[in-house]
């Protein structure tokens, strides 16, 4: 079936980085964009950007821009999100999402909680 | 960039009762809205998209309405299950962004 399947938990020192991966299968993983989206605990969905599968394009939210690096393996079916220089506040869970047509998210990994404590 | 609003930001209600959940752009969106309900400790799950479309295997008890920046989720018949968060969110240009959440709780 079609399914993403996140990386697991991650705890991490303020300052560091952290990657998350995404697993794509059940489609043609280059005919979708990936999206990713954190909550942090008990507040709301943030949008944080977007990665082309089949061409390596990306649009990261203007809150992200500096820290964020998305990238994709075509030969695994795997997207990435790497989060740098990280703090308290990024303590959420990170979703990543497939972008069906017409623009909406239709199917959604399973969250990775990511951690940044001292 | 597009900002979502929802109101309200909870509700009691009762099962069987009509509900209905609010979201507003601050520009035109025309009909890129998304709606998704989130269960806690769960993904999100896509309810209805381009405002009015209702998901495959969603219940028909669903449905949404509006465009340019106002749009309205309403829930005919509110059943047990239905107790959740709701988020809209707008896939007008290729910055997204969702709104803020309405917590439907059991009166």
């Known amino acids: 079936q079609v399914q993403l399947v996140q990386s697991g938990a991650e705890v991490k020192k303020p300052g560091a980085s952290v990657k998350v991966s995404c697993k794509a299968s059940?489609?043609?993983?280059?005919?979708?964009?990936l999206h990713w989206v954190r909550q942090a605990p008990g507040q709301g969905l943030e949008w944080m950007g977007w990665?082309?599968?089949?061409?390596?394009?990306?649009k990261y939210g203007q809150k992200f821009q500096d820290r964020v690096t998305m990238t994709r393996d075509t030969s695994i079916s795997t997207a990435y999100m790497e989060l740098s220089s990280l703090r308290s506040d990024d303590t959420a869970v990170y979703y990543c999402?497939?972008?069906?047509?017409?623009?909406?998210?239709?199917?959604w990994g399973q969250g990775t909680m990511v951690t940044v404590s001292p | 960039d597009i900002q979502m609003t929802q109101s309200p930001s909870s509700l009691s209600a009762s099962v069987g009762d009509r509900v209905s959940i609010t979201c507003r752009a601050n520009?035109?969106?025309?009909?890129?809205l998304n709606w998704y309900q989130q269960k806690p400790r769960k993904a999100p799950k896509l309810l209805i998209y381009?405002?009015?479309s209702l998901q495959s295997g969603v219940p028909s008890r669903f449905s949404g309405s509006g465009s340019g920046t106002d749009f309205t989720l309403t829930i005919s018949s509110l059943q047990p299950e239905d107790f959740a968060t709701y988020y809209c969110?707008?896939?007008?240009?290729?910055?997204?962004?969702f709104g803020p959440g309405t917590k439907v709780e059991i009166k």
């Open positions: 999402a497939r972008l069906s047509n017409p623009y909406a998210f239709d199917i």
């Open positions: 059940g489609y043609t993983f280059s005919d979708y964009y």
């Open positions: 990665i082309s599968p089949n061409i390596g394009g990306t």
């Open positions: 520009q035109s969106i025309n009909t890129y």
């Open positions: 381009v405002a009015s």
């Open positions: 969110q707008q896939s007008y240009n290729t910055v997204f962004s």
